[in-house]
């Protein structure tokens, strides 16, 4: 019988500390879970084509940490890109001016690509029809 129990104890401790071993693995894992982005875009209307369309776009994410990338503004029109303006984004809402357009029907939309090796995923947002008279 004490046999018996002293292999019951050895194989608990060992069980245990093989499933702690375990778990500081997975903690000390060289790539972490990747956090949602959320992207946002809002313009000034331009009613007339000759004032200049400002679009203004910005990435919310639920870290607390502050999202770095590029963040693109592509003005389309029946499916081909019009305008594109990227600059770096470092958090904030970034307003960017978009150039006079023709007459016509446009859409924006803002896409955000996180810096290489960033915990972000990218994310992009369209914003309805654009009308310029």
Same mark, same amino acid.
Not at 51 to 79: E, F, Q
Not at 97 to 105: P, R
Not at 116 to 133: M, P, R, Y
């Given at each position: 019988?004490?046999?018996?129990?002293?292999?019951? %104890?050895?194989?608990?401790?060992?069980?245990?500390?093989?499933?702690?071993?375990?778990?500081?693995?997975?903690?000390?894992?060289?790539?972490?879970?990747?956090?949602?982005?959320?992207?946002?875009?809002?313009?000034?209307?331009?009613?007339?084509?000759?004032?200049?369309?400002?679009?203004?776009?910005?990435?919310?994410?639920?870290? @607390?940490?502050?999202?770095?990338?590029?963040?693109?503004?592509?003005?389309?029109?029946?499916?081909?890109?019009?305008?594109? /303006?990227?600059?770096?984004y %470092?958090?904030? %809402?970034?307003?960017r @001016?978009?150039?006079?357009?023709?007459?016509?029907?446009?859409?924006?939309?803002?896409?955000?690509r996180?810096k290489?090796?960033?915990?972000? /995923?990218?994310?992009?947002?369209? @914003?309805?029809?654009?009308?310029?008279?």
């Open positions: 019988m004490k046999k018996f129990s002293v292999l019951i %104890a050895t194989l608990a401790m060992l069980t245990t500390s093989l499933i702690g071993l375990s778990a500081a693995a997975d903690a000390s894992s060289p790539y972490p879970g990747t956090v949602a982005t959320k992207c946002h875009v809002a313009y000034k209307h331009a009613r007339s084509h000759k004032k200049v369309v400002r679009a203004r776009g910005w990435v919310t994410s639920s870290s @607390n940490i502050r999202v770095r990338g590029t963040l693109i503004y592509r003005v389309k029109t029946h499916g081909k890109i019009v305008r594109a /303006k990227s600059f770096d %470092a958090g904030g %809402a970034k307003a @001016n978009l150039g006079k357009l023709k007459k016509g029907h446009y859409r924006i939309k803002v896409v955000f996180p290489h090796g960033s915990v972000f /995923k990218g994310c992009s947002k369209k @914003n309805h029809v654009i009308k310029i008279k």
